[in-house]
């Protein structure tokens, strides 16, 4: 499983004067599905349509498998594709659709029925064979795209945005079974999406992508417990991200200011070194503590005056004031809603010192 499929090496982007992909380096190992995740506009389709080889990167190099592809046409990269706009032939069959690229590179009509019925069969839809993409649901049409692209079994399948169009109930009910294919497969997977939540349910490994470059890397757990920069810790998830002062050293914590030095709090995070300029705190790590309970062992504890509820639904969040004009948001189960104090008046949390982490930028 070791082995490199997709290799990306200093690789950048322009369209005329607009650098758009800034020297990436990016190694995905076979059979690996990876995410690259970012907001609008930040060089996701350009970067799998380099790897695709419909855009020629302006710098750097693109493998596969070891071997450079700048001068590989796409048709020729062994490369599986399925876009957002999943576009089946209207005219065509189910199982038309999908032995379409086999029939284009000329394989006998016996090896296509099998590719057609084994990828059919890989996305649940033996049944929809004799059928028209009109007569298919939209969650079904996306499963045919997919079907189409994994049909001539390429080594590696490029996947653009491709459940955007579905309602959310479809669209969750598919990452689940994408998950599946992919590992049914044992095929390798580049997923783009900016549904930060969809990387995370699916991903071995998500790369984030901001203004043309990686701004982190990792797995899923990585990437959402140790964010490296306010950006990715504000994309990922909720959290609070408060600018901190006059850092200090006290083995095993940092000690650290915030509100201006109203507030003083501790981290178990190692330090780089670097000069830390924010501190990220989710809001499930921030702990309500009633009337009388101890703040659990190596938690700072604080107390603030509650500003707001918010029901959730499944869980409430609060927004408590813990100096002046600087609001944390917490979320706790719903549960708890009877043992918190009116609005308005003064609540007890607690943070544990491993769940505070520190970010230069
Ligand atoms: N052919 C092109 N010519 C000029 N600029 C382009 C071209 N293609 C993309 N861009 C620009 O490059 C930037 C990155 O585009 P890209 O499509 O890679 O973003 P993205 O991350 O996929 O965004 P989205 O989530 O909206 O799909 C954008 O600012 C876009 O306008
Ligand atoms: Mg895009």
Redesign the pocket.
């Known amino acids: 499983m070791n082995s490199i499929d997709i290799e990306l090496v200093s690789v950048s982007k322009s369209?005329g004067p607009?650098s758009?992909v800034k020297d990436i380096s990016l190694q995905i190992p076979r059979g690996e599905f990876v995410s690259i995740l970012?907001p609008?506009?930040?060089?996701?389709?350009?970067?799998l349509n380099m790897i695709a080889g419909f855009n020629a990167p302006s710098y750097g190099d693109i493998r596969i498998r070891g071997k450079s592809q700048v001068r590989v046409p796409p048709e020729r990269r062994n490369i599986g594709l399925v876009f957002q706009n999943y576009a089946l032939f209207p005219h065509m069959t189910v199982a038309e659709n999908v032995g379409f690229g086999l029939r284009m590179r000329g394989a006998s009509r016996s090896e296509i029925a099998v590719a057609v019925r084994d990828a059919l069969r890989g996305v649940h839809l033996e049944a929809f064979a004799a059928r028209y993409p009109k007569e298919l649901s939209g969650g079904q049409q996306q499963r045919v795209a997919l079907a189409r692209a994994i049909a001539p079994r390429p080594s590696v399948l490029l996947l653009d945005?491709p459940l955007s169009n579905l309602d959310l109930k479809l669209r969750e009910a598919m990452r689940v079974e994408l998950k599946e294919i992919q590992e049914a497969l044992g095929m390798t997977f580049v997923y783009?999406t900016?549904d930060q939540e969809e990387a995370m349910a699916m991903s071995d490994r998500i790369v984030v992508?901001w203004q043309g470059v990686i701004a982190q890397e990792g797995t899923p757990a990585d990437i959402y417990g140790r964010p490296q920069t306010s950006f990715v810790a504000d994309f990922i998830g909720r959290s609070n991200i408060l600018p901190i002062s006059d850092l200090v050293l006290r083995p095993p914590h940092l000690d650290f200011a915030v509100a201006d030095g109203a507030l003083r709090l501790r981290s178990a995070a190692a330090w780089s070194g670097q000069d830390m300029r924010f501190c990220c705190i989710r809001p499930e790590s921030i702990r309500f503590l009633p009337e009388g309970e101890p703040a659990p062992e190596d938690a700072n504890q604080l107390t603030g005056r509650l500003h707001r509820i918010v029901n959730l639904g499944a869980q409430l969040e609060l927004f408590v004031e813990i100096a002046s004009d600087l609001l944390v948001s917490a979320t706790l189960p719903s549960g708890s809603a009877g043992r918190l104090p009116p609005l308005g008046k003064e609540v007890r949390l607690s943070i544990l010192a491993q769940d505070v982490q520190l970010l230069a930028r």
């Open positions: 369209f607009v758009v970012g609008s506009g930040c060089g996701k389709t350009t970067t945005e783009v900016h992508m």
